[in-house]
């Protein structure tokens, strides 16, 4: 395989009834930094159906290209057809760099595009860099850093040998650009025959979930409790400081979740979700290195626990030392006063 004939850093682009996913624009942000450094461009990768909207918001998120697959067999996600599309897109344009989000359909998909590409992919990751010339591998590759052995080391894998370097990355992990309604860029449209023949699944009903909570990689603020509430019923109090602080909305340990105190989709965490709030408030979270790795990047962190030695206080700006069962409803009883102050 000959590596200098690939170039460009590609993002895959999920959506939904065409809106992309958020973990889509944080990786074009992250690309851009990659392709910089290998003095490149960022392909953001679209497939599905009706897609002119979709490119025109990657555009603003700062794609330099978009290609777009756009067919009625990619309306609804199904692995073979996604697979196949996107497998012809990559062979035919020899990217350097492919990222995807570590999603259900970006896990689905990414380990068998790679194996069919005959290429290497390293899951779940959360940092990702350029090799310098220093490094016994040799420069210009992607080191690609994710947790290892229980989030108790963080590993660096890198691909000299072949190509492209292909990535799953977690969302909330990379930092997304700000929207830029007046940039545009080209859009591709790129025609792969027989989409419709590669439907190997009949596909009878779509029911879609909604929650009328708010998902937590959108807050500004999450509070958070976990073993530590020491039953399910007393996570109300955490809702009810949540409801007055408003914009905000509850998450959980994966010890709570575990437990059968919070739905999967509350977890933060190595194997929960990765969130950036501007405030993140841990209510009887001891701090494993898992939770940490899930809302370390948080802006301001109080942590409430009644151990001193609680790892969540080496990461916390503020720490209380108590009672999270008495300090909460204080806590919350602040709040309502400021905010009457303020009303006043």
Partial sequence: MNIEEYKGVFVFIEQLDGHCMGVGYEL????????KDR????????????????AKKLAEYGADKVIVVDDPALETYMTEPYTHALTEVVMAKKPEIVLYGATAIGRDMAPRVSARVHTGLTADCTGLDISTDDNPLGGGHLMMTRPAFGGNIMATIMCPEFRPQMATVRPGVMQRETPD???TCPVEEFKVPGLAERRNVEILDIIKKVSDRMDIMDA???????????DPANFKILEELAAELGHATISSSRAAVDAGWQPKDRQVGQTGKTVRPNLYIACGISGAIQHLAGMEESELIIAINKDPGAPIFEVADFGVVGDV????????EAVKKLKASKEA
């Fill in 181 to 183: 309604e007046k940039l």
């Fill in 220 to 230: 500004k603020i999450l509070v958070s409790g976990g073993r530590g509430m020491g």
């Fill in 325 to 332: 069962l008495k300090i909460v409803p204080l806590f919350t």
């Fill in 28 to 35: 074009i942000g992250k690309g851009k930094v990659l392709a």
């Fill in 39 to 54: 003095n490149t461009e960022v392909t953001a990768v679209v497939l599905g159906k009706d897609l002119k909207a979709a």
